[in-house]
């Protein structure tokens, strides 16, 4: 009998098979809120001592890859888009506030890119969310918390290019 896992990611991949683009990836993201509603599917894949990225899958012929991100306390980064890919971000435990930037400036060979705050919101469990290629956001986690998460394309092996806050005037 195949497990919860396997089962998602045929899942997924029929998703992204059958419905290319973001539409598929929509699907994908309802997939992952299902996961999370399920308190075994957590307890088994995204345990407390979920290490800060830990591979769950690594998909051979799409190449997303399904991961299990734990954090222990506070932890934020700047704004960033996943450069050529997708991601997912689904809550598994705590809260994770998210901010939604504006790209004014993509990231040149010699200068980050430039992004203005537009709002923020909080993941609660059960929560995820789909940042399509080129949709720049950042996370804060103020303390511990699991997180599900969904790449296009493993973003271990992609070098990105950063991007910098900024207000519109500095950035004209």
């Known amino acids: 009998m195949a497990s919860k896992l396997d089962k998602f990611v045929a899942d ?5 098979t059958a419905t290319p683009g973001s539409p598929g990836r929509e699907k994908v993201r309802d997939l ?6 399920d308190p075994d599917f957590i307890a088994t894949y995204i345990p407390e001592g979920t290490p800060e990225r830990h591979i769950l899958h690594e998909d051979a012929d799409l190449g997303f890859t399904v991961l299990a991100h734990g954090y222990t306390g506070a932890k934020g980064s700047n704004p960033h888009d996943h450069g050529p890919s997708w991601a997912i971000y689904g809550q598994a435990a705590g809260e994770t506030i998210m901010t939604a930037w ?3 400036a993509r990231p040149t060979e010699t200068g980050p890119g430039k992004a203005k705050f537009n709002h923020n919101y909080t993941m609660k ?3 995820a969310y789909l940042y399509d290629v080129g949709v720049l956001h950042s996370p804060e986690r103020k303390a511990a ?6 790449e296009g394309i493993n973003m271990a092996k992609v ?3 950063p991007y910098e806050a900024v207000t519109q005037a500095a950035a004209e």
Do not use: F, W
């Not at 997924?12 to 992204?16: P, Q, V």
């Open 12 to 16: 997924c991949r029929t998703a992204l």
């Open 32 to 37: 992952v809120q299902q996961a999370l509603s």
């Open 102 to 104: 504006d790209c004014l």
């Open 125 to 127: 469990p059960g929560d």
């Open 145 to 150: 918390t699991r997180l599900m998460r969904i």
């Open 159 to 161: 070098k990105r290019k």
